[in-house]
């Protein structure tokens, strides 16, 4: 079985600031960040962000 010190549930950007900022600060500490979707289709972070690649693609 694999082991860590810090499990995150939900790579979003919640999770991965989360994972980072843990990081940051205890660099040793061994964190996963376990994501069951890893296109973030569904995730909240990656529907936010559509609008914008809508925006950009609008504006070439
Ligand atoms: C259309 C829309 C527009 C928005 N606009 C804004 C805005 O303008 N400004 C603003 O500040 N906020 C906005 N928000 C809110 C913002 O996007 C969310 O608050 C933020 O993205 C939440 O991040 P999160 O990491 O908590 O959740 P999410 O981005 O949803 O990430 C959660 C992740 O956890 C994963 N997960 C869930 N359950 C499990 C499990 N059991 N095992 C493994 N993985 C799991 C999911 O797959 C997902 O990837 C908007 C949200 C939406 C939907």
Redesign the pocket.
């Known amino acids: 079985m694999r082991r860590c010190d810090v499990l995150v549930?939900?790579?979003?950007?919640?999770?991965?600031?989360t994972a980072f900022w843990l990081l940051r600060k205890a660099p040793g500490l061994e964190v996963v960040v376990?994501?069951?979707?890893p296109t973030?289709r569904?995730?909240?972070?990656?529907?936010?962000s559509?609008?914008r690649a809508e925006c950009r693609r609008l504006t070439m």
């Open positions: 549930i939900g790579g979003g950007v919640v999770g991965q600031a376990l994501e069951r979707d973030y569904e995730a909240s972070s990656g529907l936010r559509r609008p």
